[in-house]
């Protein structure tokens, strides 16, 4: 199911930004299935950024297995320090990573910091609109479940990063100049823009 949730958030940004050329960061990629479904959709240079060397070592291999090994790079990274210079990267995304980054300003900092005039960053964590509606309640049962299981102080924190406010918080203190949320049950994305 998560790789069917990035294939079709791919599609998502690909369809609301148009965003096909330049270069692309997806920060805590994992598995690489969000920046690797991008890569297949588009022209972009994805650099797949995580500090789990094992994760990226699987992203690689799922890169090969699809075919985009030339646009698709491995970087081991923190989003609170990323090694990009300012300015340089049309296109960042991030699926669930931002939750759990531990100074969410000082990232938020750096991403604002590596893009370009006029990029977007589609940051947070949910499933996306183009997920089929019945497999979409499905998937919201099974992350309740799961998040019920974190035990009652946990799971009040997982929801309380999820909300606008605890974003918009960190986004204020990080001077993100123009920010939106994108609902998207069970979690939520920001966009950010940089405009000038």
């Not at 991008?38 to 699809?66: H, P």
């Not at 604002?112 to 309640?137: E, W």
């Not at 974003?167 to 950010?192: Q, R």
Request: glycine letters at 6%; proline letters at 4%; one cysteine or more.
């Amino acid at each position: 199911m998560h790789r069917l949730a990035c294939k079709l958030l791919a599609k998502q940004v690909v369809d609301d930004y148009g965003i096909i050329r330049g270069v692309c960061l997806d920060l805590g990629c994992g598995l690489g299935w969000f920046g690797i479904e991008l890569a297949k959709l588009t022209d972009l240079e994805v650099f797949l950024l995580d500090m789990d060397f094992d994760k990226l070592l699987k992203a690689r291999d799922n890169a090969l297995k699809e075919n985009v090994k030339n646009r698709v790079h491995l970087q081991l990274a923190d989003a609170h320090n990323l090694p990009f210079k300012d300015h340089s990267v049309n296109l960042l995304v991030c699926r669930g990573a931002v939750f759990f980054w531990e100074r969410p300003d000082i990232a938020f900092k750096e991403v604002y910091r590596v893009m370009k005039t006029s990029a977007i960053s589609f940051l947070g964590g949910a499933i996306g609109r183009c997920m089929p509606a019945d497999i979409r309640i499905r998937l919201i049962d099974a992350i309740k479940r799961e998040v019920k299981k974190l035990g009652p102080k946990e799971e009040s924190e997982w929801w309380r990063r999820r909300k606008p406010e605890w974003l918009a918080e960190w986004l204020k203190k990080a001077g993100i100049e123009w920010f939106k949320f994108i609902p998207d049950p069970p979690g939520i994305w920001v966009e950010i823009r940089k405009i000038t």
